[in-house]
């Protein structure tokens, strides 16, 4: 696509196309001008199997309006052009042997059952395994270790295991069953009635810690660079850290002593541990790892609560008057009470906060007013190649700017990343000034530059 094609004298698609071509850029070559609905028909058809022998692995077709003004007539939906339409081709399914069934603990102690087959060539990269969710899934394909599986990409992302091939089922293909044993901690797993998941019952297993802590440590948490899991992994081994507070205790020294870790890089990750203090408090809230408790909804109570203590009041004083005070659902409200009643919670809370750990909304509305993009409304559209979205949001507000949904008269700027939305046509449409990434980071950096917050002036 050409952004502004008709200042280049291009008036279709395929004049486009063309004009992309002259250029010297690559062209996949498969385009067509179809004149009517059965040829459309007819090239879906052709390439459902022709897509095999393209050189570029493809997931389907999109068809758009050939003329340029035509689409200008037909107009934008809230979310996608009225003109362009994509077909999805069925995934692509390899069949493989099961070579065995791996069984890991993930952060809520679910036993979470992985497929391990002979490596297959799929949608573009090589897929050695897929994961199987629970006993009854396994239970319902009754795929068995040894047995032929179809594999596929689901959303051309994720691999899964299809159906079994029974026809060439060999003869000592064995049944699987998830065992009784925590695999990691050797404590009882077991099924509670109404869950698929097996759990393994010690809350103090180490592959839940480990878990729990990768999250803890992740971007969209408290964001501690260097904290990976080879590291957490020795951290947790040697019992340097017994839960996540722990890591507010670590020592230089300790880390220092870690395998293939260099004096620098120990330095380096002391301070990003130091710098995660300063977290927002959504990041904090989300990282305590409550089940229901997801980064919107983190954001969301911390933005109506604005500190931690507030909403662990709340959160203990019951479910019902959670529900009551503020329409949090049932589902959410018990599993705050649950987390925040629990004694060992308690201390990690005081730990937390004991090291200096944000326990407070960091947006202070009447400071906002000395803030460099005070007042200015941004609107956020297509991806940045250099940070999510939701990190280009949480800057903008640091500086004291506000991120809105939807573009109107009133938007200030509309920064417009890869493969922008219908707000892109409709910024122009209202003639708001659009910022692509590059003037965006720039226009952010210099902003950061002549804001420092005053945690940064404390140092
Ligand atoms: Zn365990």
Partial sequence: HIIGAESFGVSTQKEMLEKIAALGLPMQGAERLCTNISEINSYLDEWETKRFEHPIDTDGVVVKLNRLALREALGVTAKAPKW??????????????????????GRTGALT???VFDPVHLAGTVVRRAGLHNQDEIDRMDVRIGDFIWVHKAGEIIPEVGRVELSKRPQDARPFRLPAECPVCGSAAVRLPGEAAVKCTNSACPAQLKERIIYFASRQAMDISGLGERIIDQLVEKRLIRDYADIYALKEEAIAGLDRLAEKSARNLISAIEKSKSRPLGAVINALGISNVGEKTANDLAERYRSLRALEKISRESERELELADGVGPVLAQSLHAWFSEPHNEGLLARLEAAGVNFVSNEPKAERGSMPWNGLKFVLTGELSSMTRAQAGERIRALGGETLESVSKKTSFVVVGEAPGGKYAKARKLGVPTLNEEEFLKKLNDAEENNSPATEVMK
Avoid: D, G, S
């Fill in 84 to 105: 362009a339409i994509a077909f999805k081709f069925p995934p692509e399914e390899k069949l493989t042997q099961l070579r065995n069934i791996e069984v890991t603990v």
């Fill in 113 to 115: 059952p992985t497929a």
